[in-house]
Each structure stands twice: as structure tokens, then as C-alpha cells.
């Protein structure tokens, strides 16, 4: 089994030549994931010198190890529950965005024709019991609100067509949603960032800024470069050294194994429509086809250590035989696992806190939040009027008592994972 990204065995371009560090730049962009790449993307086309600066390869963090499935991202607290807390008019705003940045991210892609296995399959969601049936059917009539949106409820009588699955009392197909290689996708940016005349500097972490009369050094164990102004895009991988925004995110982390080919017959009974999967458990789980059509890529929360695979792919196996008891005996051919960046509202944040830009807090739904907030983040930088998002106004809070440690979060993981067992 290896213990690395399926995607990195299908990349379709070499990487890019990564720069040296310059001296001066107008921005400096922490973190080469897709929302530093797009932002730095965006500001370079928009005239500024900017560096990227990664602790690892571009995409080493979340961009290039997820499952790749993109859409809506639709709040986790649905209408009802937006409404209470910031009224109708808010709400009904917060969740328009998640069309806008899809349709935002679709355009996107065609217009700098990115190719990048895109699959516009749409996603079902199994309901694991008759009330999340109905909880999920009312959700869904509520989201109907939102002009644009399109989603149809599947009673259990026709679930097979959606997956090959009787775990399910049924479920939600959401029609703007889709699958996508992601390290294709980082590999483009890198390669436009660089034409754009962007710098993309590797394996070199920042360890800290100081704040100067013009601007910033930003310090990495190689020395330091100077910045007008500085951009935080470390998602789930910010250090503790970054105090200020580790205490507004809770890193949690996330594993996919990916099965070996299987029989054509068993795949498009697994998964006849190629969509996204996912259902109503409290941890976590997402499950999709490869993009060939001839594995299946599954995913879920994890606890433990990051790099104890026998473990993480036995956890995997057990959760996915319960779907699917086919599996059972089919061996994985990779397996890896990464850290999602989750925050106290379930939102993600961009703005400038302390005068240091950011876009962060995906809540694991960031391929295209992140591309979609990384460039209206530059937009904002630039002074382009268009660049406000429903997301800006949102207080990114750090609670008194989280001071960045996500203590106890395996010991909520594992009574989340009991309370999942006994639906
Ligand atoms: C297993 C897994 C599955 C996922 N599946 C999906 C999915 O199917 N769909 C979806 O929408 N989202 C998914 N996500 C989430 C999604 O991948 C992320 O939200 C998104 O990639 C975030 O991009 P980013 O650029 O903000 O962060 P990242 O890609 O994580 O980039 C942050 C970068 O910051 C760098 N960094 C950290 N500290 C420093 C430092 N001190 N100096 C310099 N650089 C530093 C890191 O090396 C890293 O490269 C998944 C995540 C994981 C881990």
C-alpha cells in the first residue's frame, strides 16, 4: 500500500521551478496551498510583486491530499439555523455565497482552461435513519429558498440508483456538485502563478514576522526577505508560532484510502452514477469513483497519529464495509491522511486581523472556498470594488479557553464515532 496521495500518481504536468528568495516583494504569501496559489495568482496579474513561501512542497498541505469533490458547500447550519443567528437577509447572503463560489470556481477553470479530471456528477447524501430522512428533506425544501439552488430528495425505493448501498433510508442528490483531481489543479495554478511572474519558494517555513515603519520581515531559517504586506494561507497546517490565528482554528484530521481496481459490475453497482458520497453520520465520511471510473476513494475522520497507516486503513475499512460489505476483502493501494482546518462557527473567515490578510477555516469543504476566497481576498488587496463576499463580516472569535491545542478532540471523535455506530 502507498502511503501517499492516489493523485501524485496522476499528475499530468512536471512541477514547476520553484524561485530563490528575493530580497523585497510587495506581498508575501504564507502557505502554497490553493488559497495562497490563487491569491498570489490574482495579485501578481494585478501588478504586485508577491512570493509564496511554503514549509513543504506547493499543495503539501491539504491542496493536493484531499478527495477532490467540489461544490456549494452549503453552511452547516442550513437556513434555519443561519436565520437564528444573523437574521434572513444575512442568511439566506451566507448561503447564496457557496453558489457564487462555485459558479465562481466552474468559470474559473474554464476560462484559464484548467484541466483537471472535472466531473460534474452531482453528490447523494444517504440518510443513515427515517428522521434524518425527514430532517434532510425539510433542510433541503428550506434551502430551495435560495434562487439557484437545486437539489432532489430520493426515497429508499429508488436509493439503488444512486448507490449500491442498503445502509440507507434514503437520501439528497445536490445537482452542483462534482469530483476533480486536485493535484492536477495545484500543478495548474503553480504553473500560472509562475508565468504571472509570481515567486513560489519551497521548503523554506516562515518562522515569524516583524512589524517595521514600510511594512514586515518575514523571518524563515534561511534568512529573511521584506514585505509590504503579508498573507496568512495555512489552513489546518498554521503553527503554533502564528498564535493568532492557530487559536481560531481546531485542526482536525482526515484519511482517504483508495481501493485497487475493482470489476467493472461491482463499480457501477457501488456507484452507478459517479456521484459524490456522503450521508448523515456525525463524523464525517465522503466517498466518490476515481476519476478513470475504476476505484473507489473513501474517506473519513481519523484519531491518532497521522502517519500510523495499517491503523488508519483497518478504521477505514470497518466504516466502509458497513456501506458497502463488498469491500471487505479488497485491498487498498494507497492510503494517506491530512488535517483539516475547522473553525468555532462552522464558516469559513477571510479579512485582516492585526493588519495580516488571511482566508482560512474551510471546515473541510476548501478546493473551492479556498481558490474562491484566496482571489477575492486579492481583489480586496487590489481595491477592486467587486471583491466583498458574505463571508467578510463574519467575527472570526477565538474562545477565552482555546489556546490552539485541540485537547480532547480525540476523546469528542470517539464519542461522536460511538454515537454513529448505534444509529
Ligand atoms: C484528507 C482530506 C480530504 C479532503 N477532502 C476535501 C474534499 O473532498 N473537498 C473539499 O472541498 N475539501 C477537502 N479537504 C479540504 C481542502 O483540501 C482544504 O480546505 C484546502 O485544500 C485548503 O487549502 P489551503 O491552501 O487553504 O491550505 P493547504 O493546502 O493546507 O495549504 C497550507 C500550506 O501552508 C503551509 N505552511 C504551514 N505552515 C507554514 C509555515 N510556517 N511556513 C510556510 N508554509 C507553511 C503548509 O505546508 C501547506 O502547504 C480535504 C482535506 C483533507 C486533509
Known sequence: ?????????????????????????????????????????????????????????????CSSRNGGMIGPSM?????????????????KDILAEGLRAID?????????????????????????????????????????????????????????????????????VYHQDGGLNPAKLVDALCRKVADSGGL???????????????????????GSLRAKEIVVATNGYTPYA??????????????????????????????????????TR????????????????????TQGPLDQYDQIAAAIRKTYTRIYPELEPVPFSHCWAGTVAYTFDHAPHTGTLDGIHYAMGYCGSGVVRSVYLGTRLAGKMLGRADSQTAFDELPFTAPFYYWGYPLGLNWLMKWHALRDRMI
Not at 456525525?282 to 475522520?301: A, E, F, I, Q
Open 200 to 222: 513560489i519558494i519551497s521548503n523554506t517555513p516562515v518562522q515569524g514576522w516583524n512589524r517595521e515603519k514600510d511594512g514586515y520581515e518575514v523571518r524563515t531559517a534561511s
Open 282 to 301: 456525525r463524523l464525517v465520511v465522503y466517498y466518490r469513483r476515481t476519476p478513470d471510473g475504476k476505484r473507489l476513494l473513501l474517506g473519513s475522520r
Open 1 to 61: 500500500m502507498k502511503t501517499y496521495a492516489y493523485w501524485n500518481d496522476h499528475r499530468s504536468m512536471p512541477p514547476p521551478a520553484y524561485a530563490e528568495k528575493p530580497a523585497f516583494v510587495d506581498v508575501a504569501i504564507i502557505g502554497a496551498g490553493f488559497t495562497g496559489l490563487s491569491t498570489a495568482l490574482a495579485l501578481a496579474r494585478g501588478g504586485r510583486s508577491v512570493a509564496v513561501i511554503d514549509a513543504g512542497e506547493p499543495g503539501s498541505g
Open 75 to 91: 453552511h452547516k447550519l442550513g437556513l434555519r439555523g443561519l436565520t437564528a443567528k444573523y437574521g434572513d437577509k444575512r442568511a
Open 242 to 279: 502564528f498564535r493568532k490565528f492557530r487559536r481560531r482554528i481546531i485542526p482536525i484530521r482526515s484519511a482517504i484510502a483508495v481501493t485497487e481496481e475493482l470489476d467493472t459490475d461491482l463499480i457501477e453497482r457501488l456507484s452507478p452514477r459517479r456521484r459524490m458520497h456522503g450521508d
Open 104 to 172: 465562481f470556481f466552474r468559470s474559473f477553470l474554464a476560462t484559464e482552461t484548467i484541466e483537471c479530471d472535472l466531473q460534474m456528477s452531482g453528490r447523494f447524501r444517504g440518510a443513515m435513519s427515517d428522521k434524518d430522512f425527514r430532517v434532510l428533506t425539510a433542510e433541503v425544501e428550506d434551502l430551495k429558498k435560495i434562487p439557484g439552488f437545486k437539489a432532489d430528495v430520493v426515497p429508499y425505493s429508488e436509493q439503488h440508483q444512486e448507490v449500491g448501498s442498503d445502509l440507507y433510508r434514503g437520501g439528497v
